[in-house]
Nanobody
Framework: QVQIVESGGGLVQPGGSLRLSCTAS????????VTWYRQSPGKEREWIAT????????VYDASVEGRFSISRDNVNNMVFLQMNDLKPEDAAVYYC????????????????WGQGTQVTVSS
C-alpha cells in the first residue's frame, strides 16, 4: 500500500522560509514524478512545482519561481519543497503527489496524494 505524508508546514512571517517534506512508503520516490500543489480556501488546487523522475530540470509556476525549489533525498525516500521569501498569498494547504512512475520495470500510472500540510504566512 502506498502512503504519502507531507510535513513541515506552519506559521511563518512574510519574508520567512519553510521546508516542506514529502515522505513515501510503498514506492520509491526516485522512480516517480513528484509534484507539489497548494490549495487556499475558496480556490481550486493549483500546481506549483514538478520534479521529474529522470534527467530533466524541475519546473515551477511563475508565482513561485526563484523563491521555491524542489529536491530529493534519495537515501531517505523524501522530496522537499524549500520555500523562501514567503508571501501572504503563499498561505495554503500544500500537497505532494507522486505519480506516474515505475515500480521496478512496470509502469505505474497511478497518482498518490498526501493529506496536505498547512502553511500560514502572517505577521
Amino acid at each position: 500500500q502506498v502512503q504519502i505524508v507531507e510535513s513541515g508546514g506552519g506559521l511563518v512571517q512574510p519574508g520567512g522560509s519553510l521546508r516542506l517534506s514529502c515522505t513515501a512508503s510503498g514506492i520509491s520516490l526516485t522512480r516517480y514524478i513528484v509534484t507539489w500543489y497548494r490549495q487556499s480556501p475558496g480556490k481550486e488546487r493549483e500546481w506549483i512545482a514538478t520534479l521529474p523522475n529522470v534527467g530533466d530540470a524541475s519546473v515551477y509556476d511563475a508565482s513561485v519561481e526563484g523563491r521555491f525549489s524542489i529536491s530529493r533525498d534519495n537515501v531517505n525516500n523524501m522530496v522537499f519543497l524549500q520555500m523562501n521569501d514567503l508571501k501572504p498569498e503563499d498561505a495554503a494547504v500544500y500537497y505532494c503527489k507522486a505519480g506516474p512512475g515505475f515500480r521496478g520495470t512496470e509502469y505505474d500510472s497511478g497518482d498518490y496524494w498526501g493529506q496536505g500540510t498547512q502553511v500560514t504566512v502572517s505577521s
